[in-house]
């Protein structure tokens, strides 16, 4: 039998080095999923990347980074905390901050205007202008 439950799978790759444990990549899985599944966004991919540094001496062993693509703007962040749960959620937080940026640039029309010196117009005829019947009257 078939089901018809069937889910995409995410667009965003979560990945880990060091010694990562399952229960900080599912609470990193859920917040990110939140960020990226907000209604209104455009199309998000790319990757993110939480790693535990193995010496245990360093200030901040956790630190994550990020590189989507949010329609057709690039977001990356990249922060370092002491804890798995600490550093995910600052990570929210900019993700979050930057996903709004991109959205709100997509909304409005998808890219900047042109500068003024770039917009090109053409000149109008006039009556008496080259290749006019008043030219041609004239020359005949």
Do not use: C
């Not at 995409?8 to 880990?16: E, F, G």
């Not at 990549?25 to 790693?51: F, Q």
């Not at 998808?110 to 019947?133: D, E, I, L």
Request: glycine share 8%; hydrophobic share 35%.
């Amino acid at each position: 039998m078939t089901s018809d439950n069937t889910q995409d799978p995410p667009l965003v790759r979560l990945r880990s080095d060091g010694a990562v444990d399952e229960e900080t990549l599912a609470y990193a899985r859920t917040k990110i999923d939140a960020v990226v599944g907000r209604p209104g966004l455009p199309v998000v991919t790319g990757e993110v990347h939480v790693v535990r540094a193995a010496a245990h001496h360093a200030g901040h062993p956790w630190s994550a980074t990020a590189d989507l693509r949010v329609g057709g703007r690039q977001v990356v962040a990249a922060v370092e905390e002491a804890t798995g749960t600490e550093v995910v959620d600052r990570l929210q937080d900019r993700l979050r901050r930057q996903t709004e940026k991109s959205a709100q640039a997509w909304n409005n029309g998808h890219r900047t205007t042109a500068p003024p010196w770039r917009v090109t117009t053409k000149p109008s005829r006039t009556a008496a202008g080259p290749g006019s019947a008043a030219e041609d009257s004239r020359t005949a």
